[in-house]
């Protein structure tokens, strides 16, 4: 008989704060939950069109996604970050982004046995090292700068040997860092370590432009090596550049660029062996973004105005909501990118300080030890309340 011990989850940790919603009580209109990046204002109608018309709810849908789909994101893809991507082998859909994330060390040590060690940043989103813990593997955090930035040069030789993968992410939850994705990308090439980056915060980049570890070290396409007059005088077609996809793959998500968290769709796009590996295992496994969702996802990537839209809005709200915060606490930083505040704790206590803005303001917020252990001093605030909330929240501590 075995005497491996099973696996017992452990607690969801968003749960462990539901006792301390009552604090919230004596507010009128009660508690304001800034816990969860949920997104609270509406997707755009035409969005929502195309999710209630595709007239696709009887057939099954394809699980690399439509057609339609992975030339949407590819099309985005070249709009957004200047790179071309292989609609047909560098593409496919995800259902939202998370279970991709948690399911990618299972699948990568399938594929690569002798390998058990997933790389990903020390303070971060939950997930890469519960993926990590729930494939059997070593979950090995990638401490970051001052800046919460990834450093590489941290990276032991011996992790960097066993390493299935290294997760990037950019910009970064909870702190809203910025990594250096060509390095990530070159780190990955010199040792033969896939690099997924996680950009589902992308739209949101404060500090320079959005970016994409595709770009990284994209090569010129055939326009751009071209002399003719034509490619010259097409300022367009001279932005655009090839994608260079050897050894990364970037994950993007519609749930935050266009409020459709609860439609769950997302898509990867790199490496052609690794996304043809992943499209086939995922096939498999049954993993199919509904088709109403694919179609609301083409409808949502072709529409910039509604993202310049809610760029502006989470900007506006970063800056109230971080003056709230400096009201018990020093005022935090605006991020680089992302629209989350990660804000530093009275004392470095962040559950004292979760129940102080509990109390003081009815807002629940999440302690840093969510997101590592070298996160515990902090807690992050998400911009997830409409104005007319941010403005009695404000009304509040006046």
């Not at 609270?40 to 595709?54: C, E, I, K, N, T």
Request: proline residues 8%.
């Amino acid at each position: 008989m075995s005497t491996r011990a099973r696996f017992v989850p452990p607690p969801y940790p968003y749960d462990r704060l539901d006792e301390l919603k009552p604090l919230a009580d004596r507010h009128e209109g009660g508690l304001v939950d800034l816990s969860i990046g949920t997104p609270v204002d509406p997707p755009s109608p035409a969005v929502l069109a195309a999710l209630g018309g595709s007239d696709s709810e009887r057939g099954y849908p394809p699980s690399i996604g439509t057609p339609e789909l992975r030339d949407a994101a590819a099309r985005w893809c070249e709009q957004r970050f200047g790179v071309q991507v292989d609609a047909d082998a560098e593409i496919a859909a995800t259902i939202g982004s998370k279970e991709f994330v948690a399911g990618l060390p299972h699948w990568l040590r399938l594929r690569t046995p002798g390998r058990d060690t997933v790389l990903y940043p020390e303070v971060s989103y939950p997930s890469y090292a519960m993926g990590a813990e729930l494939a059997g593997c070593r979950a090995v955090g990638v401490p970051a700068d001052e800046h919460w930035s990834i450093q590489l040069d941290a990276i032991s030789e011996a992790d960097a040997d066993r390493a299935l993968v290294l997760w990037v992410n950019t910009p970064g939850n909870p702190a809203g860092g910025l990594d250096d994705l060509a390095a990530a990308a070159a780190w990955g090439r010199e040792r033969g370590v896939p690099v997924f980056s996680d950009e589902c915060y992308a739209e949101f980049t404060w500090d320079g432009p959005p970016h994409t570890i595709l770009a990284a070290t994209a090569v010129d396409t055939a326009a751009d090596r071209s002399r003719s007059a034509d490619a010259v005088a097409d300022a367009a077609t001279r932005r655009s550049r090839r994608a260079d996809t050897d050894g990364v793959v970037a994950v993007h998500s519609l749930s935050k660029r266009s409020n459709l968290a609860g439609v769950r769709v997302g898509f990867y796009a790199g490496d052609p062996e690794l996304v043809h590996y992943l499209r086939e295992l995922r096939k498999h496994a049954g993993f199919m973004v509904p088709g109403p969702a694919q179609a609301a996802a083409v409808a949502a990537l072709a529409d910039s105005v509604h993202v310049a839209e809610q760029r502006e809005r989470y900007r506006s709200r970063l800056e109230r909501l971080a003056r709230i915060v400096g009201r018990f606490g020093p005022e935090p930083p605006l991020p680089r990118g992302g629209f989350y505040l990660w804000a530093a704790a009275p004392d470095g206590d962040a559950w004292a300080f979760t129940r102080t803005l509990l109390a003081e303001a009815g807002i629940l917020v999440s302690p840093g030890e969510f997101y590592g252990p070298s996160a515990v001093g902090y807690v992050r605030v998400a911009a997830v309340l409409t104005d007319d909330t941010l403005d009695m929240v404000e009304s509040r501590i006046d």
